[in-house]
């Protein structure tokens, strides 16, 4: 019922920035939060931000201060603004949608890599 579509990634020097999109499309009426994650080789995926429909953003201590997640209801998109990059924001990032009332992120974007590298 409703498709994501991440883009934006690439390779970036460490302290550099990156803005990722997340493009939704199809019955959206009851999507009640989207959220990005990420995934590193060998390691667990990690929420990273939320943003819901009402209430307020929150974000994983790894990225605050330096991530930005907001949303373009026009352009029914949503963001994640990246800035002081580092090595280990190495990953592919995923965005997701909540509609259950649960907490649970059941649709999925297909990724985009992010490497921060020298």
């Known amino acids: 019922q409703v498709q994501l579509v991440e883009s934006g990634g690439g390779l970036v020097q460490p302290g550099g920035s990156l803005r990722l999109s997340c493009a939704a499309s199809g019955i959206m009426f009851n999507i009640r939060a989207i959220g990005w994650h990420r995934q590193a080789p060998g390691k667990q995926r990690e929420l990273v931000a939320r943003?819901?429909?009402?209430?307020?953003?929150d974000y994983a201590d790894s990225v605050k201060g330096r991530f930005t997640i907001s949303r373009d209801y026009a352009k029914n998109t949503v963001y994640l603004q990246m800035d002081s990059l580092k090595p280990e924001d190495t990953a592919v990032y995923y965005c997701?949608?909540?509609?259950?009332?649960?907490?649970?992120?059941?649709?999925w974007g297909q990724g985009t890599q992010v490497t921060v590298s020298s």
């Open positions: 943003i819901p429909r009402t209430g307020s953003t």
């Open positions: 997701a949608a909540d509609t259950t009332r649960a907490n649970r992120w059941n649709y």
